[in-house]
């Protein structure tokens, strides 16, 4: 499936951490937890490590995208910290819209949330690190007849089980 390039790699690799987590009934936020997880080791010179002590500037980056803290950065062009700031904003109003509409966060802020939670709560990273060592570590090893089988199954189950909510509404 893969041509060598970084964005087939970094596809692949997602496939097969999301069947892997498929296979061991995790949810789809650990699913983009590991792969954020492996991007950031394989990206990084020191692999998992990286992971060891948390990186200040990508904990204020998600902030800032979370609307939890202002882009005042003195290093950085003010138009970007313009545009990152108004990014915070939009995903702040968006899900503030969302929650007072539909009582729901969006999927992205959800997912940085549990971004900044890995960076700063300790126990959660040690616990995420040691699960991805021991389940997704080896994605590449992970064959695409598996992947394959694997979203086939999650499909069928995922159907069954909002067949048996709607009867269980009925």
């Given amino acids: 499936m893969s041509t060598g390039n970084i ?3 970094y596809f692949d690799d997602t ?3 999301f069947a892997i987590c498929a296979e061991d009934d995790l949810p789809d936020s650990f699913a983009k937890l590991f792969s954020y997880i492996h991007v950031r080791a394989r ?3 020191v692999g998992l490590r990286y992971f060891d002590t948390p990186d200040p500037e990508a904990v204020r980056a998600i902030s800032i995208l979370l609307g939890e803290e202002a882009a005042d950065l003195p290093d950085i062009p003010e138009q970007h910290a313009e545009f990152m700031a108004s990014v915070g904003n ?3 109003a968006i899900d ?4 007072a509409n539909q009582g729901i966060e969006t999927p992205l ?4 949330r549990l971004r900044l939670r890995l960076y700063k709560d300790e126990a959660f990273r040690k616990m995420m690190i040691a699960e991805y060592r021991k389940r997704i570590a080896q994605a590449e090893s992970c064959d695409w007849d598996r992947v394959r089988r694997a979203f086939r199954e999650y499909r069928e189950k995922k159907a069954r089980q909002e067949e048996s909510d709607w009867m269980g509404e009925k």
């Fill in 109 to 112: 802020a959800s997912e940085l």
């Fill in 43 to 45: 990206e990084s010179s």
């Fill in 96 to 99: 503030a819209r969302s929650a």
């Fill in 7 to 9: 964005c087939d790699t």
């Fill in 15 to 17: 496939l097969r951490i």
């Fill in 90 to 92: 939009a995903i702040s």
